[in-house]
């Protein structure tokens, strides 16, 4: 490819941007300066991103949950449950395990262990067998039998709606806490899971990587109302769109705000081919593909 180096130096001087990534000056280059555009255009994104001050990262973020309200307007808790209680008894399961898999197990759990007194009475082994195919299934079975006679002793069986006391539940740690909060008790929470730590990394809402330290930042970025919401379509997003692996950077709504677009194919077609799940369709639509 032929680059003017004067026109090169001078578009970078301009921008900013450093020159050898300059748009080329050269009309016959323009076939070949697509992925070159790309760059620059990354480039770009990088220096405005570097200079944003914390009021710019609030409207942001802000912006970017608004656009993931579009794209997951029914996006909610994959768990199947009924009761405070089956959600938590679900989100135990949920550990290390898909949510698919934990719904697979959960009805047959749920119509033979109703109540918390139920747990803490517990057959050991037959609690095990039953929810053996979620994994660990020996630690599980702790962690509910745990539940069931903490519930019993401590509470009359009733699961409590704060933060502070079902963190000292056997088998709750503060990510599941949030889940039970703003799915069964509608107190707004951030759950903090694999998919929201790597996603809020991506956007560059933070570096930390400690998740209660993330839920506070992101805490202080987003309304609380719209903590709940926020939490089910940033993982809705990260298991649909943004994939750890190959995000579908060019068929995502959210590409003019995010910092590592580009990360994934940005060829329209080919990241099209990467989103899953049964919103795929309106996906598309809203990018216009
Ligand atoms: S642009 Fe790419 S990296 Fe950014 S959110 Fe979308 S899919 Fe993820």
Redesign the pocket.
């Given at each position: 490819m032929r680059v003017s180096k004067t026109s090169a130096a001078a578009n970078g001087a301009e921008s900013g941007i450093p020159a050898a990534t300059a748009v080329p000056a050269d009309a016959t280059a323009e076939a070949e300066s697509a992925p070159v555009a790309g760059t620059v255009a990354r480039v770009r994104k990088a220096n405005k991103r570097a200079k944003e001050t914390p009021t710019g990262l609030v409207r942001r973020a802000r912006r970017m949950n608004r656009e993931l309200a579009l794209a997951f307007p029914d996006a909610h808790c994959e768990l199947d449950f009924t009761t405070p209680l089956e959600l938590a008894v679900a989100t135990i399961l949920s550990a290390q395990c898909t949510d698919v898999r934990v719904n697979m197990t959960t009805p047959a759990l749920f119509s033979k262990y109703r109540s918390a007194k139920d747990y803490a009475e517990a057959n050991r082994t037959e609690l095990e067998e039953m929810i053996r195919p979620t994994g660990f299934y020996r630690n599980k079975a702790n962690s509910l039998i745990g539940l069931g006679q903490a519930l019993v002793e401590q509470y009359d069986g009733v699961l409590p709606n704060k933060l502070d006391r079902l963190v000292q539940l056997p088998g709750i740690g503060r990510k599941t806490a949030n889940v039970i909060l703003g799915n069964a008790f509608g107190v707004p929470g951030i759950t903090v899971d694999t998919h929201f730590g790597r996603l809020v990394r991506?956007w560059k809402w933070t570096d930390e990587e400690d998740p209660v330290k993330v839920e506070h930042i992101v805490g202080d970025l987003i309304e609380r109302k719209e903590w709940t919401m926020l939490s089910h379509r940033v993982i809705f997003h990260g298991r649909r769109?943004?994939h750890a692996r190959k995000?579908?950077?060019g068929a995502?709504i959210?590409?003019k705000d995010?910092p590592?677009?580009g990360?994934?194919p940005t060829d329209p077609a080919q990241a099209a081919a990467l989103i899953k799940g049964p919103e795929t369709e309106h996906l598309l639509e809203l990018v216009g593909l």
């Open positions: 991506r769109v943004c995000p579908a950077c995502c959210l590409a995010c590592s677009y990360l994934g």
